[in-house]
């Protein structure tokens, strides 16, 4: 079985400040790591992808993300965030052969404050 | 970007009535798929459709559910009879590859079943 933990539910920041959203993994294959965004009124939007190699990935809108193997993790990051990166940021977990069958975590939603 | 569309964004039926959420993926794309997500829940994987045909399902995807895409029209998700449970959102995505991980989906359909 596999389970994507996302262990804030809500994070307020303010214009300017950094970002850090959470993520642990659960599964004993070799993970597909993802992270969505929502952003109001919007589809899900992938941000950013991790299949191997490098273990920090580079997204879109200056957001990247580490992977971790001895953590099972994949946190978020972002230097210096803006009032439009308001939105509900979701964890994602696959693997090669899981036929785009992804595994979600419950999602961070995050408020950036003027 | 791509966009996936999503009708209706919300419904309100009694319980033991269908309905039909239906969804227009990125043209070109040839898998389609549903995730379900219940309030304050994790989205979870539904079904997932190609070449006219269901791949694979999970166990939310009960007898009484249905998909189809008959002649590239709307990729459609019918519930007949609809049960208290059913009430959650529905999001379609679509996607060019079946192992990526990469899904555009739309907004989402709101089902509530009173």
């Known amino acids: 079985a596999q389970s994507v933990t996302q262990p804030d539910a809500r994070v307020t920041v303010s214009e300017g400040a950094s970002l850090q959203l959470r993520c642990k993994y659960s599964y004993s294959g070799t993970p597909y790591l993802f992270w969505y965004v929502q952003y109001p009124r919007q589809g899900l939007q992938l941000l950013l992808k991790y299949y191997s190699g490098d273990p920090v990935v580079q997204g879109v809108n200056g957001f990247e993300a580490e992977f971790s193997k001895s953590n099972s993790s994949f946190h978020l990051r972002k230097a210096s965030v803006h009032w439009s990166d308001s939105a509900v940021y979701f964890c994602v977990l696959t693997s090669n052969s899981a036929g785009n069958k992804l595994t979600f975590g419950i999602g961070t939603r995050v408020l950036v404050r003027p | 970007g791509p966009k996936v569309l999503q009708i209706p964004s919300h419904q309100i039926i009694d319980m033991g009535q269908m309905v039909t959420l239906n969804c227009d993926p990125v043209?070109?794309?040839?898998?389609f798929y549903w995730y379900k997500q219940i309030l304050g829940q994790q989205m979870e994987f539904l079904v997932n459709f190609y070449n006219g045909k269901v791949m694979e399902k999970s166990k939310l995807f009960k007898d009484q559910f249905s998909v189809e895409r008959p002649d590239g029209s709307y990729f459609t998700l019918k519930i007949q009879p609809t049960a208290l449970e059913d009430s959650a959102v529905y999001f379609c995505?679509?996607?060019?590859?079946?192992?990526?991980?990469?899904?555009?989906f739309g907004e989402g359909s709101k089902l509530t079943v009173l």
């Open positions: 995505a679509s996607s060019s590859s079946a192992n990526t991980g990469q899904l555009y």
């Open positions: 043209s070109n794309h040839l898998y």
